[in-house]
């Protein structure tokens, strides 16, 4: 899952967003990063783990071309957040836009965030990550975003051609996915080690 995804399942499991997001940028032990964001780093770690595991994801990523089996786990990630943007109002009782207000409201009025999230909040929410996620240019965007950023780009060659081929098969996925991810973020709420509580 990426940042939508994240911020929507923190919001639904009624944890922090900001600290669910600080998860993609805090590494090492969870105890050495601060007591606030804790359990959002701990529930990211659940969500990733089950992501990366399930055998959905796992059909999915088979499903992808020889040449972008190493970007097909973050062309997923991107991909459903782009399904779920797509579908937003059946999965939240706000707007896609007032959500992503919210969620940069917190993410800015949060303290001890990881110094790489802090670094891009303001391109974030300048250029309105969350929302540009709708529609399908938005999503083309975000993977050539990500392949400037990678030490290999060419592991991306193809690949906005190759997700818009794959659009129904991502869609399926995601929507038999999405909601069994929904249902484990809010056990894992209450289930969270009480050390990082």
Known sequence: ???????????????????????????????????????????????????DSHELTKELRAAFPSSLQRAAP???DLAFDHMLAKYWDEYHNHSLAEFAQRAYSDIENTQQLPIKL???????????????????SGLH??????AKRVSKPEIFNGAVKTVE????????????????????????????PSEYL
């Open 118 to 136: 802090i670094d891009i909040v303001p391109k974030m929410k300048q250029e309105n990550w969350l929302l540009a996620y709708e529609s399908p």
């Open 1 to 51: 899952m990426n940042f939508l995804a994240h911020l929507h399942l923190a919001d639904n499991s009624k944890t922090n967003l900001a600290a669910n997001l600080a998860g993609d940028f805090a590494k090492g032990n969870i105890a050495d990063h601060p007591k606030a964001l804790q359990q959002g780093i701990w529930l990211h770690r659940q969500i990733d783990s089950l992501t």
């Open 141 to 146: 965007k975000a993977i050539e975003s990500v």
């Open 165 to 192: 081929r794959m659009d129904i098969e991502i869609e399926i996925a995601f929507r038999t996915f999405y909601p069994q991810l929904m249902a484990y973020s809010r056990i894992w709420t209450r289930q969270t």
């Open 74 to 76: 973050i062309l997923i």
